[in-house]
């Protein structure tokens, strides 16, 4: 494999130099279809942290870059804290039924296991939860949305959408919400420690800015993988993960160009280099042999209306990946065997019903998701390479953990 310095940074070759033409180039927008009007106030941080609140330090694992952080929501330890109380905390939630964490649970790398997320409400979400692992230096947020940026901004749409699902349900509870926080005992100290300059600092915008602060502190890099690439470690990764990971990185698989980098993805972005908004199409889908993916859940063509967006969706990190299945925006591929099936075929073929098609013939397709051969020795020991990017520290770290009593 070849790994460069770039920046200062020890990159898969590639990184940087992959491209299905420009990164999409769309000006920001002050807020998102689901944030609610009467509790958006983008602008309204504490503008510096304020007295008698701590600095959170990070502790960054060797080569991970320093996160951005929004100027108007700094990070300290009282806002960590009280975040990861609110991410835990069913009461966050119309019907007092779920937590954020109903959706990501750690020990799933923060996923849920399912194909889709299911809201409080019982609707099911039209996509796959996410893995929150490195979140802090996701580029965009969501599978293909490129104007959401922030962790802010994302945070409200479970909160307060309905569009396409109800998730938390808190629009048009706000009230009840707040005074269910209001009840507990606990957040009568953790919301004035976090914002020690407010006179009333339990509002849902904190609530906002604390889920933002928690969820930059969910930070994976001690994986087999890191021991072996930043700590030195040459027995890390057995001989046959080495062998995957060459082949990951080789011309044949192609895989680098958009899961390169130190979060095994083209789509991040940190302190001192521009943000790049990429979005590709994998050949999953070709309905019709036109190139249509099933409708309602198209990728970036959804929020651009640009034909050749159609089945652009953001490549996720390749970080835990053991542990986020299914796997894809839908979570329409079960195992990571069937993904690399996907990958060698050069797109997935759909033999009947509604969405049959070959996608290797998908005319919007990425011109790196090429055909290849690959031995079963060889496919597992990808496979062995994917694993050793599973982070069992993360997966069980205390400090990330549930901190409600049980
Ligand atoms: C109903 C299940 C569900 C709940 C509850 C939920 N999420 Fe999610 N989350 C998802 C799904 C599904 C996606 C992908 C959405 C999409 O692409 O449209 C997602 C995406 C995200 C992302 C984007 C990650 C990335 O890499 O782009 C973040 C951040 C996130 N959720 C945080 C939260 C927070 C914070 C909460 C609580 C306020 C929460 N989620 C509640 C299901 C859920
Ligand atoms: C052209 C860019 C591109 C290339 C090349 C590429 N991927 Fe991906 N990968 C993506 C995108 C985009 C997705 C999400 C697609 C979707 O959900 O429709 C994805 C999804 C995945 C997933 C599922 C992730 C999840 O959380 O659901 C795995 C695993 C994966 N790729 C592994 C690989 C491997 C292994 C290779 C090389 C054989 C590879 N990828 C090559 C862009 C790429």
Same mark, same amino acid.
């Given at each position: 494999?070849?790994?460069?310095?770039?920046?200062?940074?020890?990159?898969?070759?590639?990184?940087?130099?992959?491209?299905?033409?420009?990164?999409?180039?769309?000006?920001?927008?002050?807020?998102?279809?689901?944030?609610?009007?009467?509790?958006?106030?983008?602008?309204?941080?504490?503008?510096?942290?304020?007295?008698?609140?701590?600095?959170?330090?990070?502790?960054?694992?060797?080569?991970?870059?320093?996160?951005?952080?929004?100027?108007?929501?700094?990070?300290?330890?009282?806002?960590?804290?009280?975040?990861?109380?609110?991410?835990?905390?069913?009461?966050?939630?119309?019907?007092?039924?779920?937590?954020?964490?109903?959706?990501?649970?750690?020990?799933?790398?923060?996923?849920?296991?399912?194909?889709?997320?299911?809201?409080?409400?019982?609707?099911?979400?039209?996509?796959?939860?996410?893995?929150? $692992?490195?979140? @802090?230096? *996701?580029?965009?947020? %969501?599978?293909? /949305?490129? #104007?959401?940026?922030?962790?802010?901004? &994302?945070?409200?749409?479970?909160?307060?959408?309905?569009?396409?699902?109800?998730?938390?349900?808190?629009?048009?509870?706000?009230?009840?919400?707040?005074?269910?926080?209001?009840?507990?005992?606990?957040?009568?100290?953790?919301?004035?420690? $976090?914002?020690? @300059?407010? *006179?009333?600092?339990? %509002?849902?915008? /904190?609530? #906002?800015?604390?889920?933002?602060?928690? &969820?930059?502190?969910?930070?994976?890099?001690?994986?087999?993988?890191?021991?072996?690439?930043?700590?030195?470690?040459?027995?890390?990764?057995?001989?046959?993960?080495?062998?995957?990971?060459?082949?990951?990185?080789?011309?044949?698989?192609?895989?680098?160009?958009?899961?390169?980098?130190?979060?095994?993805?083209?789509?991040?972005?940190?302190?001192?280099?521009?943000?790049?908004?990429?979005?590709?199409?994998?050949?999953?889908?070709?309905?019709?042999?036109?190139?249509?993916?099933?409708?309602?859940?198209?990728?970036?063509?959804?929020?651009?209306?640009?034909?050749?967006?159609?089945?652009?969706?953001?490549?996720?990190?390749?970080?835990?990946?053991?542990?986020?299945?299914?796997?894809?925006?839908?979570?329409?591929?079960?195992?990571?065997?069937?993904?690399?099936?996907?990958?060698?075929?050069?797109?997935?073929?759909?033999?009947?019903?509604?969405?049959?098609?070959?996608?290797?013939?998908?005319?919007?397709?990425?011109?790196?998701?090429?055909?290849?051969?690959?031995?079963?020795?060889?496919?597992?020991?990808?496979?062995?390479?994917?694993?050793?990017?599973?982070?069992?520290?993360?997966?069980?770290?205390?400090?990330?953990?549930?901190?409600?009593?049980?």
């Amino acid at each position: 494999m070849k790994w460069v310095a770039v920046g200062g940074l020890v990159v898969a070759a590639g990184l940087g130099a992959c491209s299905d033409g420009p990164s999409v180039d769309v000006p920001p927008r002050p807020s998102v279809d689901a944030s609610d009007a009467t509790v958006v106030d983008p602008d309204g941080g504490d503008g510096g942290i304020a007295d008698g609140a701590t600095p959170y330090p990070f502790s960054l694992p060797k080569g991970f870059p320093t996160p951005s952080v929004p100027a108007n929501n700094p990070l300290t330890k009282e806002k960590v804290a009280l975040g990861r109380h609110l991410f835990y905390d069913k009461r966050l939630s119309g019907n007092g039924t779920l937590s954020c964490a109903g959706c990501h649970e750690q020990a799933r790398a923060f996923t849920d296991g399912r194909p889709f997320g299911i809201g409080s409400t019982g609707q099911v979400h039209r996509r796959n939860s996410q893995t929150l $692992a490195n979140v @802090a230096y *996701a580029a965009t947020m %969501t599978w293909a /949305n490129p #104007v959401l940026t922030t962790l802010e901004e &994302q945070a409200r749409v479970p909160m307060f959408g309905i569009d396409p699902i109800v998730e938390l349900g808190i629009r048009g509870k706000e009230d009840e919400v707040l005074a269910a926080l209001r009840a507990e005992e606990k957040y009568s100290t953790l919301f004035p420690a $976090a914002f020690p @300059a407010q *006179a009333d600092p339990l %509002t849902l915008d /904190n609530v #906002v800015r604390a889920l933002a602060s928690f &969820q930059r502190t969910l930070i994976s890099g001690r994986s087999a993988f890191d021991r072996y690439r930043y700590d030195g470690d040459a027995n890390a990764l057995t001989a046959e993960q080495k062998r995957g990971m060459e082949l990951f990185g080789s011309e044949t698989l192609e895989c680098f160009h958009c899961h390169g980098g130190f979060n095994f993805t083209d789509a991040v972005a940190f302190e001192g280099v521009p943000v790049e908004r990429r979005f590709h199409n994998t050949g999953l889908y070709n309905i019709g042999g036109a190139g249509a993916f099933p409708p309602g859940n198209q990728g970036l063509i959804d929020f651009t209306g640009v034909a050749s967006d159609m089945g652009k969706f953001k490549a996720p990190t390749l970080r835990n990946i053991e542990k986020t299945a299914p796997y894809m925006h839908d979570g329409s591929i079960a195992t990571l065997d069937e993904v690399l099936d996907h990958y060698a075929a050069g797109g997935r073929t759909i033999t009947s019903g509604p969405y049959a098609g070959v996608g290797k013939s998908n005319p919007f397709k990425s011109g790196f998701i090429v055909s290849f051969t690959i031995s079963p020795e060889d496919k597992a020991a990808v496979i062995a390479f994917l694993r050793s990017l599973t982070d069992e520290a993360f997966l069980t770290d205390p400090s990330l953990s549930n901190p409600w009593p049980q």
